[in-house]
């Protein structure tokens, strides 16, 4: 016997089941048909599983992959009005269809880098859209373009560009809070103590990595309150560095150490506004600025 085709095998369903259907593909686009079919039961439609398939097919929505992609097509925020599960699912959804099939760079290149490799180019591509465009400017899509993957991909390490803009300067204070913590360990000399972790600080904001120029140019300034709540906790571990630093000095009666701290904290932050290479190392800059307040300026 011949077989039918499939519109015939499986009659559309009546027109407030396909409503109902489509409705469920926005609202829980993870469920299965089976899943879909015995919801729609319990609401009084009945529809088998194999009539909501042939309704995602009509719709191009016959896999997860495709309904979270669509969902997030529809929305202005695009993938971020998904929840973290349903960007998981997503990630690991598109990874596997496009390893199925063998295509392109970004399969060859998720299935032979190590996951901390490929979480270390996002960290790295992040850092540098975020300090050139801003975080408002800056989406998930821009990032996963620049390192050549799917957004999805990026989901799969972190759940929404908040995350990934704190896990930037976890990251960044976190490497230059042990370089600046071994160089105040370096020396017997209090001021040379200083003098090399203010080194460590202006090489933390104007060299090293895209993710610790990032996180240094943010001890000078964030443009978005509620994110420097966020790192405000690092932020204290790495200046209470140089309070220690600071109060070590023999210093004459009466001086402000904590005014100290901040006046030689903010020159230094700032040196990422004006730093070009090629003239001054960081280390000559520290240098020089400790000098200045250890000697002073005056003939």
């Known amino acids: 016997m011949t077989d039918l085709p499939a519109a015939a095998a499986h009659p559309p369903p009546m027109p407030d089941a396909e409503t109902a259907i489509l409705r469920l593909a926005r609202e829980a686009p ?12 319990q609401s009084g439609l009945k529809i088998s599983p ?26 202005q925020d695009g993938i971020e009005v998904l ?20 295509e392109g760079a970004e399969a060859r290149a998720l ?65 230059t809070l042990e370089q600046v913590k ?10 040379e103590c200083l003098r090399r972790a203010c080194e460590a600080h202006v090489v933390g904001i104007v060299g090293g990595t895209s993710v610790d120029r990032l996180a240094g140019s943010n001890l000078a300034q964030a443009q978005n309150d509620e994110l420097l709540h966020e790192i405000r906790p690092h932020r204290a571990a790495y200046e209470a560095v140089f309070k220690t630093l600071i109060d070590a000095l023999p210093l004459r009666e009466g001086t402000d150490r904590s005014l100290l701290r901040l006046f030689l904290l903010g020159g230094m932050n700032w040196t990422y506004l004006w730093y070009r290479e090629g003239k001054r190392t960081p280390g000559e800059i520290a240098t020089a600025m400790v000098e200045m307040v250890r000697t002073g300026v005056q003939r």
């Open 30 to 41: 993870e469920l299965g048909q089976v899943a879909v079919a015995e919801r729609l039961r």
């Open 50 to 75: 194999s009539g909501v398939r042939y309704l995602w097919q009509k719709h191009g929505l016959e896999t997860a992959v495709k309904r979270l992609q669509a969902l997030a097509e529809q929305e």
């Open 83 to 102: 929840s973290a599960a349903q960007r998981r699912l997503l990630a690991r959804g598109m990874l596997t269809e496009r390893l199925v099939r063998g």
């Open 111 to 175: 299935g032979e880098q190590e996951p901390t490799e490929r979480r270390r180019l996002i960290l790295d591509a992040a850092a540098r859209l975020f300090a050139a465009e801003g975080y408002d400017r800056t989406s998930i899509r821009d990032i996963a373009r620049n390192v050549g993957l799917l957004p999805g991909s990026v989901y799969h390490y972190f759940a929404s560009k908040r995350e990934l803009f704190l896990a930037v300067h976890r990251e960044g204070f976190e490497h």
């Open 182 to 191: 071994a160089a105040a360990r370096s020396s017997a000399d209090p001021w």
